[in-house]
Nanobody, 117 residues
């Protein structure tokens, strides 16, 4: 079992920045990859950024160049630095971890990000 706790969401004006954090606990040795997903109102959850245990990162086209995912292995924490935020970034951001040989997913409770125009 892996527990994920997100923090750092909030209200920001367009053009502003936020940094989200996701702290992992439990069977952290089994985590292969971690990432961030976003669910906008009335839409399906979508991938924002992921990072493998080896440090390789992947971003949705819509956030490339503006968002940066990073990991602090000593703190078992993954971050999402979001710059130049636009209203379409509004939504609930969920932390995700894939574990074990079967890539079993775990999810955090989500943190709300609201970007005002």
């Amino acid at each position: 079992q892996v527990q994920l706790v997100e923090s750092g969401g909030g209200l920001v004006q367009a053009g502003g920045s936020l940094r989200l954090s996701c702290a992992a606990s439990g069977s952290i040795f089994s985590i292969n990859a971690m990432g961030w997903y976003r669910q906008a109102p009335g839409k399906e959850r979508e991938l924002v950024a992921t990072m493998s245990s080896g440090g390789s990162s992947h971003y949705a086209d819509s956030v490339k160049g503006r968002f940066t995912i990073s990991r602090d292995n000593a703190k078992n924490t993954v971050y999402l630095q979001m710059n130049s935020l636009q209203p379409e970034a509004t939504g609930i951001y969920y932390c995700n971890a894939l574990t074990g040989l079967t890539a079993t997913p775990y999810w955090g409770q989500g943190t709300q990000v609201t970007v005002s125009s």
